[in-house]
């Protein structure tokens, strides 16, 4: 069974930064893309982050951009996403879930709530 | 970046309905979009992909169909289950883009 299990979210004050991580299993993790979407509480889903199979490719959401970093493991089956100048508006919870060409997003984690606020 | 525009917002609906929710997108997608539901608390589910192929395990009341800058998630007869906020996602080119929901509730 596949499964993305976030963590790493908590209360960060504004202007800090967390580092949230994704442990994938139930599937060969290196050979699949990867994102981060996150969803504001209330709101709709936003994507915020994707990285390709080997890591040579990242994109960025213009709202994060400059201030998140993704990255991952793949020896570790994990996906990672370093969070620095931490905004009110990045409040939000954080779902990592696996990519594939034809089928799109899918799976997603159980995600993970950061809140920034001091 | 390309923007993803559904419709309605809301939606109010009796079990045993049809239900019809329309996305459209800023430029041409082709088929790729993608259509999730989602229910308080919980991560988003995928129902359909490259606009109008069932997911596996999905009930087939629900289905998709369009191309290019049109499409429409149908739920031929609403079930209990199915009362949740509905997505649709461009995977067509970066950002990937959602649209921004359409909650369907009882009526």
């Known amino acids: 069974e596949v499964q993305l299990v976030e963590s790493g979210g908590g209360l960060v004050q504004p202007g800090g930064s967390l580092r949230l991580s994704c442990a994938a299993s139930g599937f060969t993790f290196s050979s699949y893309e990867m994102n981060w979407v996150r969803q504001a509480p209330g709101k709709g889903l936003e994507w915020v982050s994707y990285?390709?199979?080997?890591?040579?490719?990242?994109y960025y959401a213009d709202s994060v951009k400059g201030r998140f970093t993704i990255s991952r493991d793949n020896a570790k089956n994990s996906l990672y996403l370093q969070m620095n100048s931490l905004r009110a508006e990045d409040t939000a919870v954080y779902y990592c879930?696996?990519?594939?060409?034809?089928?799109?997003?899918?799976?997603w984690g159980q995600g993970t709530l950061v809140t920034v606020s001091s | 970046d390309i923007q993803m525009t559904q419709s309605p917002s809301t939606l109010s609906a009796s079990v045993g309905d049809r239900v019809t929710i329309t996305c459209r997108a800023s430029?041409?997608?082709?088929?790729?979009l993608a259509w999730y539901q989602q229910k308080p608390g919980k991560a988003p589910k995928l129902l359909i992909y490259?606009?109008?192929s069932l997911e596996s395990g999905v009930p087939s009341r629900f289905s998709g169909s369009g191309s290019g800058t049109e499409f429409t998630l149908t739920i031929s007869s609403l079930q209990p289950d199915d009362f949740a906020t509905y997505y649709c996602q461009q995977y067509n080119s970066f950002p990937w883009t959602f649209g921004q929901g359409t909650k369907v509730e009882i009526k």
């Open positions: 490259k606009a109008s």
């Open positions: 990285i390709s199979s080997s890591g040579s490719t990242i």
């Open positions: 430029q041409s997608i082709s088929s790729w």
């Open positions: 879930a696996r990519e594939t060409m034809i089928v799109g997003i899918d799976p």
